[in-house]
């Protein structure tokens, strides 16, 4: 009898299978709604077998639709929260550059309109002689055109899904 789980025990408003990125931060966000919340993964925590685990990831505002620059937003503020909630750095700001040696490039045309778009956003475009001096690596024949994304960097997966995860349950 004392091993016997009583229905009213799993009384839930939410179950959630999968406890990745994905699974953890819909758990999470229920949670902060005030709902109850049951976050089911198959293998034991943390492993290697889904598209979250590893060290780190890319994140950045550099889409080509204003659309996705406006949820990246708020990804960025829901991260900042998790951050300060949970009193460490998961996000490491280092930049990432979009370029591109044909005219007329659809992404890099799209990133640069999108940043236009979205007011506020931190991004420097480069002309062909400015991309050249400002970043001599880069070597091509054809002229070139880039798009910095200041606040584009890596957030650190482990942690993240840890944090996420403890603040869900």
């Given at each position: 009898?004392?091993?016997?789980?009583?229905?009213?025990?799993?009384?839930?408003?939410?179950?959630?299978?999968g406890a990745g990125i994905s699974g953890s931060c819909a758990a999470y966000q229920l949670a902060?709604?005030?709902?109850?919340?049951?976050?089911?993964?198959?293998?034991?925590?943390?492993?290697?077998?889904?598209?979250?685990?590893?060290?780190?990831?890319?994140?950045?505002?550099?889409?080509?639709?204003?659309?996705?620059?406006?949820?990246?937003?708020?990804?960025?503020?829901?991260?900042?929260?998790?951050?300060?909630?949970?009193?460490?750095?998961?996000?490491?700001?280092?930049?990432?550059?979009c370029f591109a040696d044909e005219e007329n490039n659809p992404f890099l045309t799209g990133v640069?309109?999108?940043?236009?778009?979205?007011?506020?956003?931190?991004?420097?475009?480069?002309?062909?002689?400015?991309?050249?001096?400002?970043?001599?690596?880069?070597?091509?024949?054809?002229?070139?055109?880039?798009?910095?994304?200041?606040t584009a960097g890596v957030l650190m997966v482990d942690k993240a899904l840890r944090a996420v995860?403890?603040?869900?349950?």
């Amino acid at each position: 009898m004392g091993s016997e789980v009583r229905m009213a025990e799993l009384d839930y408003d939410h179950i959630v299978v999968g406890a990745g990125i994905s699974g953890s931060c819909a758990a999470y966000q229920l949670a902060k709604r005030g709902v109850s919340v049951l976050l089911l993964e198959k293998f034991p925590l943390p492993h290697s077998r889904g598209s979250s685990h590893g060290q780190s990831r890319i994140i950045r505002r550099a889409y080509p639709d204003p659309v996705f620059q406006r949820l990246m937003d708020e990804a960025y503020r829901e991260w900042h929260l998790i951050e300060k909630l949970q009193n460490t750095q998961l996000m490491k700001e280092t930049g990432l550059l979009c370029f591109a040696d044909e005219e007329n490039n659809p992404f890099l045309t799209g990133v640069i309109s999108s940043f236009t778009q979205t007011p506020g956003s931190r991004h420097t475009v480069y002309e062909d002689q400015q991309l050249r001096e400002q970043f001599p690596q880069l070597r091509f024949r054809n002229p070139m055109r880039g798009c910095l994304d200041h606040t584009a960097g890596v957030l650190m997966v482990d942690k993240a899904l840890r944090a996420v995860q403890d603040l869900a349950v």
